[in-house]
């Protein structure tokens, strides 16, 4: 649409500007409340800036989320980096050596990723029982990978779709096979697709909650069951509830800020069309 | 000898994908239809049994008051939220594309909420939509009497009694959709705005040429020409409404009269709070029979749309 006539420009400002005010909203409360002293936390002040610049919400709350916060690091690393190596391979497969029945084979890990998870939650917690890995972080890492297949391997197969076929003949008329032709021409080319898939599962790994609320309790628990636990308490005031959300959305939001084009391409990616 | 080396290479190329089908096979198929005969069994105790009971567990289910209340706010919230992404989508991503300058800022101001966690979203929007606090503050500023009671409210508008509970839309919900749009909304904003990017000028042009009001551009040449992704974004955003979880446990838990109870909350608290694990498992099965109806023709569309 292009705008010609000053009113209508108007008008546009106008509302995108509303608009982006109800969408700070919650950044501004989160920001100024976690910076008030405990004594001017009051329901009725809530939209008032701080008289002073208090750290001790954030101290109190770091105190607080700070094991919990290394758990989801000590998850989401591993997690990521799996579960991005398994959806190239498979996307490496599925794109460049298509065998029959490989496109259903593609559907049915695809479907994996839509279903809701309370419907492989309880043979899944007593299999981790079984293995002994149910309140581990190397129990809710396996879970990750496993369910991060089907958006890794998508995001690369539609990637690897777009490398030549004819980089792939070439290459093996001269006589590579699939291990060297992945080694030398696919994984070098991949190199963005990687830090799309890896953003995309460091996002939802980090952000993720029902998987971390009933695969672990104390002691492994992740950031986003601790941040729960704090606001569902009711000793807790709530300039702390305010620094502890910040500093559980911390992580993603700075990865938005600084590589905010990728996280958007894994977004399209996942809407199964690209 | 070119041609063995090829043959042998497609069964290295099946055996590295062999342990991703397997893994897939087993963490979904396979648990997916042990949950399914959980949920025919009596397993309603801490211990397991797995005596078969028949359809009892999702009989119960269909005449409990709980999972009533559940379905009809389910059904109101999908429609609402959908509603809402696709609208507020559209119009941000119209406005975005009439070459404003702040482009950049705008684009990201409306984006970053995706990037957040759902909890971290029903922490904030907790306090935001907190009757005594937050924006019923500033409507009191304005001078506002009547201030809406948020996702505390007990009304169920436009009702009818109908098998155990009141039938119509319960107002709490609402709330919980303001938050669900405020975080979801950037995903069918970068959809329709990639969408719009990827219409020729010259389509425009041509029918603006034919005399076509702006309005008509839009309902015969652009509207058409966003379906797909209109019907994307329904998609993906109906079955992540269907699964909704966290947001709600973090924001409301399932509320007075399970005005906001939704059947992943139910499913989550009957199963590992209270080890009734034949009604989780036959919750569970519910919703995934919801999701299934809309995703399995889409992935096959999908899927037939690519060959």
Not at chain 1, 70 to 96: C, D, E, Q, R, W
Not at chain 1, 170 to 189: E, H, N, Q, T, V
């Amino acid at each position: 649409m292009v705008i010609k006539s000053p009113l209508s420009k108007l008008l546009v400002y106008t509302f995108l500007i509303i608009m982006s005010l109800f969408f700070l909203m919650p950044i501004y409360v989160m920001i100024i409340t976690s910076l008030k002293p405990i004594d001017e936390v009051s329901l009725t002040q809530m939209w008032a800036l701080p008289s002073t610049v208090s750290f001790e919400a954030y101290a109190f709350a770091f105190e607080r989320l700070a094991p919990n916060f290394l758990n989801t690091i000590y998850l989401v690393v591993p997690a990521t980096i799996l579960s991005a190596l398994f959806g190239s391979l498979n996307g490496y497969v599925l794109s460049k050596w298509k065998f029959k029945g490989s496109d259903w084979i593609f559907t049915a890990i695809l479907f994996g990723m839509f279903i809701p998870y309370q419907s492989i939650l309880i043979p899944m917690i007593q299999f981790l029982q079984t293995v002994g890995l149910y309140n581990t972080i190397p129990g809710l890492i396996l879970v990750h990978v496993v369910y991060g297949i089907p958006i890794t391997t998508l995001i690369f197969r539609n990637f690897y779709a777009s490398v030549p076929v004819d980089l792939i003949e070439a290459a093996r008329i001269d006589g590579a096979g699939f291990l060297s032709i992945y080694l030398k021409i696919i994984f070098p080319l991949s190199i963005s697709g990687f830090v799309v898939v890896c953003i995309w599962q460091f996002t939802n790994i980090w952000n993720e909650f029902l998987f971390a609320v009933t695969i672990t309790s104390t002691g492994s628990q992740p950031i986003m069951v601790a941040l729960q636990n704090l606001s569902g308490s009711q000793i807790v005031q709530w300039n702390v509830q305010m620094a502890g959300a910040l500093l559980a959305a911390l992580p993603t939001l700075l990865v938005y800020i600084f590589v905010g084009k990728y996280f958007v391409r894994g977004l399209l990616a996942g809407s199964v069309k690209g | 000898m070119q041609n063995k080396k090829f043959l042998s290479d497609r069964w290295l190329a099946i055996l590295f994908i062999l342990p991703s089908i397997i893994v897939i096979a087993v963490f979904v198929y396979v648990f997916i239809s042990w949950t399914g005969y959980v949920s025919f069994s009596n397993w309603n105790t801490l211990t397991p049994d797995l005596s078969f009971a028949g359809l009892q567990n999702y009989m119960f289910l269909f005449n409990d008051y709980r999972f009533q209340s559940g379905m009809r706010n389910t059904l109101f919230f999908t429609i609402f939220f959908i509603f809402g992404v696709l609208f507020m989508g559209f119009i941000l991503a119209t406005f975005i594309d009439s070459n404003i300058k702040q482009e950049w800022f705008f684009r990201n101001v409306f984006l970053f909420p995706m990037a957040l966690s759902f909890v971290v979203t029903g922490v904030v929007w907790q306090w935001l939509l907190n009757p005594s606090t937050g924006v019923n503050l500033l409507f009191g500023m304005l001078g506002f009497e009547n201030v809406p009671n948020w996702y505390t409210s007990t009304h169920i508008a436009f009702s009818f009694p109908l098998g155990s509970i009141e039938f119509g839309i319960p107002v709490a919900m609402l709330a919980v959709v303001i938050a669900a749009v405020w975080q979801m909304t950037g995903f069918s904003l970068a959809m329709y705005l990639a969408g719009l990017r990827g219409i020729p000028d010259e389509v425009k042009e041509a029918a603006r040429m034919d005399g076509a009001s702006e309005f008509q551009i839009y309902r015969k040449v652009i509207f058409p020409m966003l379906m797909p992704i209109t019907i994307s974004v329904v998609i993906i955003m109906g079955h992540m409404s269907l699964k909704i979880f966290d947001l709600i446990y973090a924001m409301t838990g399932s509320g007075a009269n399970f005005v906001t109870d939704v059947p992943g909350v139910y499913m989550f608290e009957t199963t590992f709070r209270a080890n009734f694990f034949a009604n989780g498992a036959a919750i569970a099965m519910i919703m995934l029979a919801l999701v299934a109806v809309i995703m399995v023709p889409y992935l096959i569309s999908a899927r037939k749309g690519e060959s």
